[in-house]
């Protein structure tokens, strides 16, 4: 058995982005009903037709029951007891980003993501989102010139009503699940994509979303399109403060790609966890999908989940064009009384289809990890092939991790392989890194990013190094 | 000769050492003091207590010392953490050089040999002054850089794994360096180059004690002595002819200086 007090000290987490910023905001009441979609669209000015598909997707969600499938045990969410708009109060029109109130453009300095025009970082355009708007976006000029939207989805609506009237909704229905339905009726911003025919996007694309008040919930709503031969490089992080209850995030991703079109989704999530007793952290119920439309589409995901006190999140690939492929890779560390549930869904509906999946699940502390995936080939999915490999490491012995496998074949002709294994951090692994002069920490921490490395590879660059030092620093107990 | 070395202080001492694991006694007072310069055999059954002793001198945390204690450069080690161990120069050379999926041989090498010269003081080094470094000692051990992308002993071959470990100790440059059966498993032509290795790495400076079964490690690498465990014990102490009569013997030799004792 591994020393039990200097594991705990080890997975002991430290988290640095808990603070609150001290700001003016703009809330509606409590409580969700008709009357409150109608505020929250007539807030955004939005058109008829979106109105009415919020409208739909809560007659929907009414008539619908919260899902109890997954390994996960807590609370009883009341819904009438969230805020479904909060909003910092700022000028009606922002011209430009010197508008933007200082104290945010700080707060998301302090987070690592500068958008003033001299700091912005200078490989990666940002969205920035704060509680339910998007505070800016950066590099849209440049963007434009190579025909590449990015903004808020708000402002899509706006803009390119077109674009979302015939795309939203369409990989995602309103009436997908629970949350999704819920998403749809309230959701209030998120990013918007659209990458034009053979175009690769000049630079990498970001989203960073903050939660700040505590009584609110965040429902974004990101849409990407990339239409024929093209390809984009989408990141996104999320972060919040440290606050003794729960706030509910449930967001929905979509994504389609059409012909020869590549869309790679990459994810560091790091919202607040809870504390050591599991009191407070975010709920974490998201809906991502992508839908290969094209032949030879490709859709990859990557996640690092580290955040959350409740993990609920199965980023999927909908693999209807010929020779459509489909990645999902992923990390999920969940300490102390985090749990997790999340995996992915392939559904190979063309022939030829090709999916992978890497799941890597590392449990500490009293924590329950599950990876649940499902693997379907259906009965057009000639010459189809699926790799599935599950890993999961246990740290200290109160920890759990459990792996769901889902596989249905309605066609023969068409392969699917799974692998998966558990494995603990033995004493011995530890001893002889030990023995050879590195501290206790570091080789847990060495060992933990050895385990993801083949996740890890298929970041992008920064955002490797950023995981790397975040599982380091989520596992070191002597930083903070 | 031997009086001469003498004069020096000892690198180790331990004495009068007993150790358990699970309330189970393993070592049952065991006394080796080993001066710069020497090389020590230490020989005995299978589950005799020698790997234990190996394991207990580097800090290994299954083991409790009940009694006696280890002196290192003339300080009590007893309660150091085998990191702090390492870094100030005690080297184990494992039998079983156990498996890390995941991280680089190269990486981890280099995280190993900065936590040592941080200790003497020398300049961390980056990559790609490490790279430098590595390739010079590869050649100590006749390994091809390829090892050095691959993870931690990761599909190695038994040889393999135990070149790496001579490498490592090439790298860390210990005081001591306690190797554990390091000859099992090896062809000749291994054992050579893993012998030669070790010749080559210690010094004057340095001591050695070697864990084995067999003369054939020691035909390469002569020690200065050879002591015959048993039970947790040391129970004879010669010079090199001694590990000659006892692969003439057999150990039911060894079992006669126990009655006698």
């Given at each position: 058995?591994?020393n039990?007090?200097?594991?705990?000290?080890?997975?002991?987490?430290p988290?640095?982005?808990?603070?609150?910023?001290?700001?003016?905001?703009?809330?509606?009441?409590k409580g969700?009903n008709?009357?409150?979609?109608?505020?929250i669209?007539?807030?955004k000015?939005?058109?008829?037709?979106?109105l009415?598909?919020?409208?739909?997707?809560?007659?929907?969600w009414?008539k619908?029951?919260?899902?109890?499938?997954?390994?996960?045990?807590?609370?009883?969410?009341?819904?009438?007891?969230?805020?479904?708009?909060?909003?910092?109060?700022?000028?009606e029109?922002?011209?430009?980003?010197?508008?933007?109130?200082?104290?945010?453009?700080e707060?998301?300095?302090?987070l690592?993501?500068?958008?003033?025009?001299?700091k912005k970082?200078?490989?990666?355009?940002?969205?920035?989102?704060?509680?339910s708007?998007s505070?800016a976006?950066?590099?849209?000029e440049?963007l434009?010139?190579?025909g590449?939207?990015?903004c808020s989805?708000?402002?899509?609506?706006?803009?390119h009503?077109?674009?979302?009237?015939k795309?939203?909704?369409?990989?995602?229905?309103?009436?997908?699940?629970?949350?999704a339905?819920?998403?749809?009726?309230?959701?209030?911003d998120?990013?918007f994509?659209?990458?034009?025919?053979?175009v690769?996007?000049?630079?990498?694309l970001?989203?960073?979303?903050?939660i700040?008040s505590?009584?609110?919930g965040?429902?974004e709503?990101?849409?990407?399109?990339?239409?024929?031969?093209?390809?984009?490089?989408?990141l996104e992080?999320?972060?919040a403060?440290?606050?003794?209850?729960?706030?509910?995030?449930a967001?929905?991703?979509?994504?389609?790609?059409l012909d020869d079109?590549s869309?790679k989704?990459?994810?560091v999530q790091?919202?607040?966890?809870g504390?050591?007793?599991?009191v407070g952290g975010?709920?974490?119920?998201?809906?991502?999908r992508?839908?290969?439309?094209?032949?030879?589409?490709?859709?990859?995901?990557?996640?690092?989940?580290t955040?959350?006190?409740?993990t609920w999140?199965y980023?999927?690939?909908?693999?209807?064009?010929?020779?459509?492929?489909g990645?999902?890779y992923?990390?999920?560390?969940?300490?102390?009384?985090?749990?997790?549930d999340?995996g992915?869904?392939m559904?190979?509906i063309?022939?030829?289809?090709?999916?992978?999946i890497?799941?890597?699940?590392?449990?500490?502390?009293?924590?329950k990890?599950s990876?649940r995936?499902?693997?379907k080939m259906?009965?057009?999915a000639t010459?189809?092939?699926?790799y599935?490999?599950?890993?999961?490491?246990?740290?200290?012995d109160q920890?759990s991790?459990?792996?769901f496998?889902?596989?249905?074949?309605?066609?023969?002709?068409?392969?699917?392989?799974?692998?998966?294994s558990t494995?603990?951090?033995?004493?011995d692994?530890?001893?002889?890194l030990?023995s050879?002069?590195?501290?206790?920490?570091?080789?847990?921490?060495?060992?933990?990013?050895?385990?993801?490395?083949?996740?890890?590879?298929?970041?992008?660059?920064?955002?490797?190094?950023?995981?790397?030092?975040?599982?380091?620093?989520?596992?070191?107990g002597?930083?903070g | 000769?031997q009086?001469?070395?003498k004069e020096?202080?000892p690198?180790?001492?331990?004495?009068n050492l007993?150790?358990?694991?699970?309330?189970?006694?393993?070592?049952?007072?065991v006394s080796?003091?080993?001066?710069?310069?020497?090389?020590?055999?230490?020989?005995?059954r299978?589950g005799c207590?020698?790997?234990?002793?190996?394991?207990i001198i580097?800090?290994?945390?299954?083991?409790?010392?009940t009694?006696g204690?280890?002196?290192?450069?003339?300080?009590?080690i007893n309660?150091l953490?085998?990191?702090?161990?390492?870094?100030?120069?005690?080297?184990?050379g494992?039998?079983y050089?156990?498996?890390?999926p995941?991280?680089s041989n190269l990486?981890?090498?280099r995280?190993?040999?900065?936590?040592?010269?941080?200790?003497?003081?020398?300049?961390?080094?980056d990559?790609?002054?490490?790279?430098?470094l590595?390739?010079?000692?590869?050649?100590?051990?006749?390994?091809?850089?390829?090892?050095l992308?691959?993870?931690?002993?990761q599909?190695?071959?038994g040889?393999?794994k135990?070149?790496?470990?001579?490498?490592?100790?090439a790298?860390?440059?210990?005081?001591?360096?306690?190797?554990d059966?390091t000859?099992s498993?090896?062809d000749?032509d291994?054992?050579?180059?893993?012998?030669?290795g070790?010749?080559?790495?210690?010094?004057?400076?340095?001591?050695?004690i070697?864990?084995t079964?067999?003369?054939?490690l020691l035909?390469?690498i002569?020690?200065?002595?050879?002591?015959?465990?048993?039970?947790?014990q040391?129970?004879?102490?010669?010079e090199?002819d001694?590990a000659l009569?006892?692969?003439?013997?057999?150990?039911?030799?060894?079992?006669?200086?126990i009655?006698?004792t």
């Amino acid at each position: 058995m591994v020393n039990e007090n200097l594991v705990k000290d080890v997975v002991k987490e430290p988290y640095k982005y808990g603070f609150v910023t001290d700001i003016e905001t703009e809330k509606i009441e409590k409580g969700l009903n008709e009357d409150i979609i109608k505020l929250i669209s007539q807030k955004k000015e939005e058109p008829r037709f979106l109105l009415d598909f919020r409208l739909k997707a809560f007659k929907k969600w009414q008539k619908m029951k919260e899902p109890d499938w997954a390994a996960l045990g807590y609370k009883k969410i009341d819904y009438q007891d969230i805020i479904y708009y909060s909003a910092p109060k700022q000028k009606e029109k922002i011209s430009s980003l010197d508008e933007v109130d200082p104290k945010l453009l700080e707060t998301f300095d302090k987070l690592g993501i500068p958008l003033t025009e001299q700091k912005k970082l200078t490989n990666v355009a940002v969205d920035a989102v704060f509680d339910s708007v998007s505070i800016a976006t950066t590099f849209r000029e440049e963007l434009a010139e190579h025909g590449v939207i990015f903004c808020s989805i708000s402002e899509a609506v706006k803009n390119h009503a077109d674009l979302i009237e015939k795309y939203l909704g369409t990989v995602v229905p309103t009436s997908d699940n629970y949350f999704a339905a819920l998403n749809s009726a309230v959701f209030s911003d998120g990013s918007f994509v659209y990458i034009p025919k053979g175009v690769t996007c000049p630079m990498d694309l970001s989203s960073y979303f903050r939660i700040n008040s505590g009584d609110s919930g965040q429902f974004e709503r990101t849409l990407i399109i990339a239409e024929e031969s093209s390809s984009v490089s989408y990141l996104e992080g999320c972060t919040a403060p440290m606050f003794d209850t729960n706030t509910l995030h449930a967001a929905v991703v979509e994504l389609i790609a059409l012909d020869d079109a590549s869309i790679k989704y990459s994810t560091v999530q790091n919202w607040y966890a809870g504390d050591e007793e599991g009191v407070g952290g975010i709920f974490n119920f998201v809906t991502k999908r992508g839908k290969c439309l094209g032949k030879r589409s490709k859709i990859s995901w990557s996640q690092v989940e580290t955040g959350s006190a409740i993990t609920w999140k199965y980023p999927s690939c909908l693999l209807l064009g010929e020779e459509s492929v489909g990645e999902f890779y992923s990390v999920a560390l969940t300490n102390n009384l985090q749990q997790a549930d999340t995996g992915t869904k392939m559904i190979h509906i063309g022939p030829k289809t090709k999916s992978t999946i890497v799941s890597k699940g590392i449990s500490a502390g009293n924590s329950k990890n599950s990876y649940r995936g499902l693997v379907k080939m259906g009965t057009k999915a000639t010459g189809s092939r699926n790799y599935s490999q599950c890993d999961s490491m246990l740290i200290g012995d109160q920890a759990s991790a459990n792996t769901f496998p889902y596989i249905k074949s309605q066609q023969p002709n068409s392969e699917i392989e799974h692998e998966a294994s558990t494995c603990r951090i033995s004493e011995d692994q530890l001893f002889y890194l030990q023995s050879r002069g590195i501290e206790f920490e570091e080789a847990v921490s060495m060992m933990v990013s050895g385990f993801c490395r083949d996740v890890f590879n298929q970041l992008p660059m920064e955002f490797a190094a950023e995981a790397d030092k975040l599982l380091a620093l989520k596992l070191e107990g002597s930083v903070g | 000769m031997q009086s001469k070395m003498k004069e020096s202080d000892p690198i180790l001492e331990v004495e009068n050492l007993s150790a358990s694991t699970d309330n189970l006694p393993i070592l049952k007072g065991v006394s080796l003091t080993v001066y710069p310069g020497e090389i020590h055999a230490i020989m005995g059954r299978n589950g005799c207590g020698k790997s234990t002793l190996s394991k207990i001198i580097a800090g290994h945390p299954s083991y409790t010392i009940t009694n006696g204690e280890i002196k290192f450069l003339g300080e009590n080690i007893n309660s150091l953490e085998p990191e702090e161990r390492s870094q100030s120069g005690i080297f184990l050379g494992f039998q079983y050089p156990i498996e890390i999926p995941g991280v680089s041989n190269l990486e981890f090498l280099r995280v190993s040999t900065n936590a040592r010269r941080k200790f003497l003081n020398k300049e961390e080094l980056d990559t790609f002054d490490f790279e430098e470094l590595v390739k010079e000692k590869l050649e100590i051990v006749k390994m091809d850089q390829a090892f050095l992308s691959r993870s931690v002993n990761q599909g190695f071959s038994g040889g393999e794994k135990k070149r790496n470990e001579i490498l490592q100790m090439a790298l860390l440059e210990p005081k001591i360096a306690i190797l554990d059966e390091t000859d099992s498993g090896l062809d000749i032509d291994a054992l050579r180059i893993v012998a030669s290795g070790i010749k080559r790495i210690s010094n004057a400076q340095t001591g050695i004690i070697l864990i084995t079964h067999y003369q054939r490690l020691l035909d390469e690498i002569e020690p200065n002595y050879v002591h015959v465990m048993s039970d947790g014990q040391i129970i004879k102490t010669g010079e090199s002819d001694l590990a000659l009569e006892l692969e003439k013997k057999g150990y039911e030799w060894t079992d006669n200086f126990i009655k006698e004792t």
